[in-house]
């Protein structure tokens, strides 16, 4: 069985992350999305509402699974028995961050990390620009799935 984890806040999932969750579902048996438990950081939506989501979207894909994990992501990796992370690159100054990372990950644990690019439809997407432009009114369908647009203007706009 070849297993990837696709690790992320995902606070909300967008079309960015769902490309490189379809296509790495392509690649193998089966992608466990990770979302990280992060309690320093605030969140638009709770980690149990983002897996929610995240189940939701990724319900054509059979063999996605979506856990919560807190810690380090390799620790969570030896516990699921998964030997790589698959990481979207969107722009280059995402691969010099995510190389060190990368780097880090292999030499705590020898779990390797994956790079696929991302579409270029998508290059300028972010969690954090999404709801920004939602918090003020802009439109950002096209740029997330219809229930994660559907929910934004619920939680942004009351
Ligand atoms: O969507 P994000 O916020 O860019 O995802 C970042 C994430 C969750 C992949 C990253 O912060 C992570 O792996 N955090 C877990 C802690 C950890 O393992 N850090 C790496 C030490 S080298």
Redesign the pocket.
Known sequence: MRRVVC?????PITNGHLDIIGRAARLYDEVTV?V?I?VEKSSLFTVDERIDILQTVTKEYPQVKVRK?H?????FCRQNDIPAIV?GIRVVSDFDYEL??AQ??YR?SGVETLFMPTNPEYSFLS?SRVKEIARYGGDVSGLVPDLVHKLLIERLRG
């Open positions: 690790p992320g806040s995902f606070d990770a990280l992060n994990f810690g380090l992501l390799v620790d990481k060190q990372m880090l990950n705590l969690s």
